[in-house]
């Protein structure tokens, strides 16, 4: 049976959106802080532009900068062949097992950027979606030691149907370092996935996190 793929445009890209989005929304709710709190009577421009400074952006300058750089990443990685085709093209293999994963992409350094040239964008974080427990690691019972698991690959894609996500097939390595730059949703075959340091890393987390996954 053909799994059909949300519908949304080939070089969509959201996860660099609502990078762009936050930061810009941090920005603004620290003015607003500034301004309701801290200097009552400064303007809401003065107040941008502490809180750029406090957020370590430097000065509004370079905050928009910073998001013009992020801008044509965002572009670049919209129009990349790689990550349209696992976003289009890739299928689920027969006869394989995959896990789900959500990346959440960030500033390298976003507290404290002091220059253009010192930030990059890359994984911040990451989870699995489908976990198994398996004990628990203290005696109150309030951290678990969870597995990761499979999910039913048609079952994921179908529940993410009506999400504006960008849900990526990973099949190949490369692919899944790529993915670590890209962001968002994936199911990644199970033998890809443990091959890699990205999976020694979340067996590590797995293992001190409450109820991770």
């Known amino acids: 049976?053909?799994?059909?793929?949300?519908?949304?445009?080939?070089?969509?890209?959201?996860?660099?959106?609502?990078?762009?989005?936050k930061l810009k929304e941090s920005v603004r709710l620290r003015a607003k802080e500034i301004q309701q709190s801290i200097t009552p009577n400064i303007s809401y421009e003065a107040?941008?532009?502490?809180?750029?400074?406090?957020?370590?952006f430097g000065h509004q300058r370079?905050?928009?900068?910073?998001?013009?750089?992020?801008?044509?990443?965002?572009?670049?990685?919209?129009?990349?062949?790689?990550?349209i085709r696992c976003a289009h093209q890739e299928q689920i293999l027969d006869g394989r097992e995959y896990y789900a994963l959500r990346v959440?992409?960030?500033?390298?350094?976003?507290?404290?950027?002091?220059?253009?040239?010192?930030?990059?964008?890359?994984?911040?974080?990451?989870?699995t979606l489908m976990s198994t427990f398996v004990r628990?690691?203290?005696?109150?019972?309030?951290?678990?030691?969870?597995?990761?698991?499979?999910?039913?690959?048609?079952?994921?894609?179908?529940?993410?149907?009506?999400?504006?996500?960008?849900?990526?097939i990973i099949n190949r390595k490369d692919d899944?370092?790529?993915?670590?730059?890209?962001?968002?949703?994936?199911l990644v075959e199970?033998?890809?996935f443990r091959e890699s340091g990205l999976f020694l890393r979340i067996r590590g987390e797995i293992k001190r996190r409450a109820r991770f996954g």
């Not at 519908?7 to 990078?19: A, D």
């Not at 350094?109 to 974080?125: C, G, I, Q, R, Y």
């Open 1 to 21: 049976m053909v799994i059909k793929r949300p519908l949304q445009s080939v070089t969509h890209y959201p996860e660099g959106t609502f990078l762009v989005r």
């Open 176 to 186: 899944l370092v790529e993915y670590q730059s890209w962001g968002g949703y994936a």
């Open 62 to 83: 370079l905050f928009k900068q910073i998001l013009t750089r992020i801008d044509e990443r965002n572009d670049a990685i919209a129009k990349c062949p790689n990550r």
């Open 190 to 192: 199970t033998r890809v």
């Open 47 to 56: 107040a941008r532009e502490l809180a750029c400074e406090q957020l370590g």
């Open 104 to 127: 959440w992409i960030g500033l390298i350094n976003d507290s404290d950027v002091v220059a253009l040239e010192e930030f990059s964008v890359w994984m911040k974080s990451y989870s």
């Open 136 to 168: 628990y690691a203290d005696e109150a019972r309030r951290i678990e030691i969870r597995e990761i698991d499979c999910v039913i690959p048609g079952r994921f894609l179908e529940s993410c149907r009506d999400r504006p996500d960008s849900i990526y």
